[in-house]
């Protein structure tokens, strides 16, 4: 009888080695590796398709697969324009952020094309149904199935042949060629590496469901990227009733596109004009808040940002950002200290993205320096001035992408002055009502916004 492998493999981020070790040495984790019994390779055929043929590249059909929609728009924009067929699609995030809720909603109305597989391995039939009927969910060809053996799901879908799939989730599915617990890393790539020869294979579109471990990657994280076409992120505060869903790969469209959807009573609306909403609650005539025009992915959308700075009690002031880059902030405040000879040293710096949302664009550097600089000095901006632009280490502002379509959003919800980069405002078409003040250096640009 062949003897059993074993091998060691790190459940934080799939790394094998054939012996224990305290350390992972790459995702440099202390006591993550667990011993697992290793597949014997042979017993696979990892075949996807038919074995192809070189073919010439004048000949191949370029044409855009055929995309299913979802039926909400805000899913398919993150999708890259609806669902491609035999795509396997990853939803992570945070338990209880609404991923069940968005899947279950968009499996619903998946339903009338087709019959769709729900399959839920961590809550009963019952509970989704019940679910369901808050939702108002009732699609006739929409099939439930509590099960988490892979072995026996295969088996079903071979008898019902659904033209949709959800698994619910991946870390609670097993299959019993392995021995592990389920939810360790090499169930995990096994589960998610036989759904997608299957979905391959047949053209079935499926949409796993995983969950993030506490330090923000899904278990077994890169295996799990790697393997499947799309990687979408469902991502909000608990606390706010927004919730960002956010392509980070996908090999059928723009990643960086995002969708907004609000968490209610009867589940998930989604959100078109998220501009209107992020700005909704804004305080006028205070210091401190700042509006800038960010884009996501191909979206303007116009956020506030929120600034305290207040004398520190303690020896360290506090330097605390959110929803911003918190290495940024302090960049921004040693620009403000050093190039615009702003006296920060001793406050307490807080930087707050109102709405929970997170702006991870250079261009919203000049919109923090202002609100930063606005609470410090105690001066309001006006209300109806919108800011963007890249600072960069000697204060000097850099154009950033796209000004046309920011500016156009800007002007759409009212915003009269702009303040932007000077290399930006070349070939600028924009409404006339629009007041354009082009700077060079952040010094300039806050002139330009408290006069
Ligand atoms: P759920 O989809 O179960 O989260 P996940 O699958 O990501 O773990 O969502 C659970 C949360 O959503 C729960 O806290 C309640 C809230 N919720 C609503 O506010 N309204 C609704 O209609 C539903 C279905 C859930
Ligand atoms: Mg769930």
Not at 219 to 228: D, I, S
Not at 256 to 269: D, K
Request: with cysteine; hydrophobic share 40%; net charge negative.
């Amino acid at each position: 009888m062949a003897k059993q492998k074993t091998i060691f493999s790190c459940q934080q981020c799939g790394f094998q080695s054939p012996k224990w070790l305290g350390r992972c040495p790459d995702c440099q984790q202390w006591n993550t590796l667990v011993e697992e019994q290793q597949l014997a390779e042979t017993k696979h055929s990892r075949q996807l398709t038919a074995p192809g043929k070189p073919q010439k590249l004048t000949e191949i059909d370029s044409r855009e697969e055929d995309r299913l929609s979802c039926g909400m728009s805000e899913l398919d924009r993150t999708l890259g324009g609806g669902v491609v067929p035999g795509s396997l699609i990853l939803v992570g995030g945070d338990p209880g952020i609404g991923k069940s809720t968005l899947l279950l909603q968009a499996v619903d109305r998946l339903a009338s094309a087709g019959t769709a597989l729900y399959v839920t391995a961590e809550e009963s039939t019952r509970q989704v149904k019940l679910r369901g009927e808050r939702l108002g969910v009732n699609a006739e060809q929409l099939f439930l199935l509590a099960e988490t053996s892979l072995e026996q799901i295969k088996l079903r879908i071979k008898e019902l042949k659904p033209d949709f799939l959800v698994i619910d989730s991946i870390q609670t599915i097993f299959t019993s060629n392995l021995e592990s617990a389920p939810g360790s890393v090499s169930q995990v790539r096994e589960c998610a590496g036989q759904l997608m020869i299957q979905a391959k294979g047949e053209g079935l579109p499926t949409f796993i469901v995983g969950h993030v471990t506490k330090d923000g990657s899904i278990a077994g994280p890169r295996v799990l990227e790697h393997m499947v076409d799309t990687v979408l992120y469902f991502e909000g505060d608990p606390g706010h009733p927004y919730r960002i869903l956010r392509a980070v790969k996908n090999r059928f469209g723009s990643t960086n596109e995002i969708g907004v959807f609000e968490m209610q009573e009867q589940g998930l609306r989604e959100v078109r004009n998220p501009s209107e909403l992020f700005l909704a609650e804004r305080p006028e005539q205070s210091a401190g808040s700042a509006v800038v025009s960010s884009l996501e992915g191909s979206r303007p959308i116009l956020v506030e940002l929120q600034a305290l700075v207040s004398s520190s009690s303690f020896g360290t002031p506090q330097r605390t950002a959110i929803g911003l880059d918190h290495k940024r902030v302090g960049l921004l405040v040693a620009i403000l200290e050093k190039k615009v000879e702003l006296s920060l040293a001793g406050q307490d710096i807080f930087l707050n993205v109102a709405g929970g949302v997170r702006l991870d664009e250079p261009a919203v550097d000049l919109a923090a320096i202002a609100a930063l600089a606005s609470s410090h000095l105690n001066r309001v901006i006006n209300a109806q001035t919108v800011i963007f632009g890249e600072v960069g280490l000697t204060g000097e502002v850099r154009a950033v992408s796209q000004p046309e379509l920011r500016v156009k959003e800007a002007a759409r919800l009212g915003f009269n002055r702009c303040v932007l980069p000077q290399g930006n405002l070349k070939n600028l078409d924009v409404p006339d009502a629009m007041q354009l003040i082009g700077v060079r250096h952040a010094s300039e640009a806050l002139e330009a916004i408290f006069t």
